[in-house]
C-alpha cells in the first residue's frame, strides 16, 4: 500500500487482506499499521521499529511495517507499506519466524531500492544530461567554426574542454585552420608581389607598342595590326594585374578611398567612351547611356567607382555576340544611387548567378576571364557602401547592378573644402 503526505491512500495491492479499501490513513487496520505509516511519513527509516506480530479480531496474527519515500532531495513525498496475511496457527514459533524473516527481507531490499537504486538512478540521468549539453555544445561550436571557415574566415578557433574524442578532434581542426590560414596569407602575398612586379614591364611594353602603332613616318603601317593587336592583350593583362593587386589590398584592409560626391552622367560618359574602341573591335557592339534627368551625386571613390564599370562593361563585352548592344543606366532609388549594366548576352541560368561573384570562377563559356572582375567589381561596391547582385534570363541576356549610397549636403560640404573621407 502507498500513502501520500496528506495521509490518503494512492495504491493498494488486491489481497492485501483488507475486507474493504481504505481511503485514508484512519481507515487501516489494524491501529499498529496506521502507527507505522505515520512514523514513516515523519521519516523514520529504522526497520526495527516495525513492530512485533499483531493479534487479529478472527485470533490470527499479521505483522505490519511502512517505510518513507523521498524524492531527489530528501524530501518526504509518501510512505509503502507491507501487511502480511493473517497467520492462524497454534504455536508461533515456526511461522512467526518465517513471516518475520520474509517481511524484514523485502523491507530491505526495499531499503537498498530507495536508498541507493533512486539516487544512483538520478545521479546518472544528471551526469547524462550534462554530458550530453557539454557534447552538443562541442559539436556546435565545431560547426560554427567550419561555416565560418566556409565563409572565409580562417581566423577561428574552437576551444579545447577536454581531453576526450571531441578534444582531439578539436584540436586536430585547429591545426588544420592554422596551415589554411598560414597557406592564405602566402597566396596572397604571392599575388601581390605578382601584381606588382607584373605593373612595370607592362606598362613599358604598352607605351613602346603605341609610339609604334602611332609612326608619323608611316613605317609602321604594315605591323600597325600587330602592334594594335599586342596593346589590347597588353591592356587585358593590366586589368588583370589591377585586379589581382586591387584583391590584394582589400584583403589587407589597406586599399585607401576617397569617397567624395561625384557626378554620375559625366563618370559614366567617360568611361563608356574610353570603351568604345574596344566594343567596336569586339564586335561593333553598340554603347548607350541612360541617366534620370534629377540623378543625384553619388558618394563613391571616382577611380574604384570607374574600376567597378570598367570591370562590368568588360565581362558584358566578353557574352555580347557581334552586333549586340550593351546599356548603362543610372537612377535615383531612395537614398542610393541605382546603376545598371544590361547586355543582350546569352545569359545565365540561376543555378550560376551568385557564383560569378566568386573569386577564379569560370564558367564553360570559352570567352570567361580569369574569374578576378565580378568579384573585384563586388568587393569594391561593398567597400564603398553599397550592394551588387545580378539578373538574367538565359538567351535574353544579364543585368548587373549595384546600389551607391548618394551623396549628401554635409558630403557636398566636404568636397567643397577639398577634403574627403575614407
Known amino acids: 500500500m502507498v500513502v501520500a503526505t496528506d495521509r490518503n491512500v494512492l495504491a493498494l495491492v488486491p489481497g492485501s487482506g483488507t475486507s474493504t479499501r481504505p481511503r485514508t490513513l484512519e481507515d487501516l487496520e489494524p491501529p499498529e499499521w496506521r502507527a507505522a505509516f505515520a512514523a ?10 516495525s513492530g512485533p506480530l499483531v493479534r487479529t479480531a478472527e485470533g490470527g496474527r499479521v505483522l505490519v511495517s511502512a517505510y518513507p519515500i523521498v524524492d531527489a532531495q530528501g524530501t518526504v513525498v509518501g510512505a509503502v507499506g507491507l501487511r502480511t496475511q493473517p497467520l492462524a496457527v497454534a504455536g508461533e514459533s515456526s511461522w512467526t519466524r518465517l513471516a518475520t524473516l520474509v517481511v524484514a527481507t523485502g ?56 581531453r576526450d574524442e571531441l578534444g582531439r578532434l578539436a584540436e586536430r581542426f585547429n591545426v588544420l585552420t592554422v596551415a589554411l590560414e598560414r597557406l592564405e596569407t602566402q597566396r596572397k602575398r604571392f599575388f601581390a608581389n605578382i601584381a606588382h612586379d607584373l605593373r612595370t614591364p607592362l606598362a613599358v611594353i604598352r607605351a613602346q607598342a ?6 608619323p613616318a608611316g613605317q609602321a603601317a604594315p605591323v600597325r595590326p600587330g602592334l594594335e593587336r599586342i596593346i589590347d592583350e597588353v591592356e587585358v593583362l593590366g586589368r588583370l594585374v589591377d585586379d589581382l593587386f586591387t584583391l590584394a589590398r582589400l584583403d589587407e584592409r589597406g586599399l585607401p578611398l576617397s569617397l567624395q560626391p561625384l557626378e554620375v552622367r559625366p563618370l559614366i560618359t567617360a568611361v563608356l567612351d574610353a570603351m568604345r574602341p574596344l566594343a567596336r573591335r569586339a564586335g561593333h557592339i553598340a554603347l548607350a547611356i541612360e541617366v534620370a534627368p534629377h540623378c543625384p551625386p553619388v558618394r563613391a571613390d571616382p577611380l574604384r567607382l570607374r574600376q567597378v564599370l570598367v570591370n562590368l562593361l568588360h565581362n558584358a563585352l566578353r557574352h555580347t555576340p557581334e552586333g549586340g ?11 542610393a544611387v541605382l546603376f545598371r549594366v544590361r547586355d543582350t548576352g546569352c545569359g545565365l541560368p540561376a543555378s550560376l548567378r551568385e557564383d560569378v561573384f566568386t573569386r577564379y570562377h569560370r564558367t564553360s563559356d570559352p570567352a570567361s576571364g580569369a574569374g578576378l572582375g565580378l568579384a573585384v567589381a563586388r568587393q569594391l561596391v561593398e567597400a564603398q557602401g553599397g550592394q551588387i547582385w545580378i539578373d538574367s534570363v538565359p538567351g535574353e541576356g544579364t543585368v548587373v547592378s549595384f546600389a551607391l549610397p548618394a551623396a549628401t549636403v554635409a558630403d557636398a560640404a566636404l568636397a567643397s573644402t577639398g577634403e574627403c573621407s575614407s
Open 210 to 215: 603605341e609610339v609604334l602603332a602611332q609612326d
Open 325 to 335: 548592344a550593351i546599356q548603362v543606366t543610372a537612377h535615383p532609388e531612395g537614398d
Open 107 to 162: 523491507f530491505a531490499l526495499l531499503e537498498l531500492l530507495v536508498v541507493a537504486a533512486i539516487p544512483a538512478t538520478v545521479v546518472s540521468v544528471v551526469a547524462s544530461v550534462l554530458l550530453t549539453r557539454r557534447m552538443t555544445r562541442q559539436v556546435q561550436e565545431l560547426e560554427s567554426a567550419t561555416e565560418a571557415i566556409v565563409q572565409g574566415d580562417l581566423g577561428r578557433r574552437v576551444p579545447v574542454v577536454a
Open 40 to 49: 514513516a511519513l515523519n521519516g523514520e527509516r529504522d526497520l526495527s521499529t
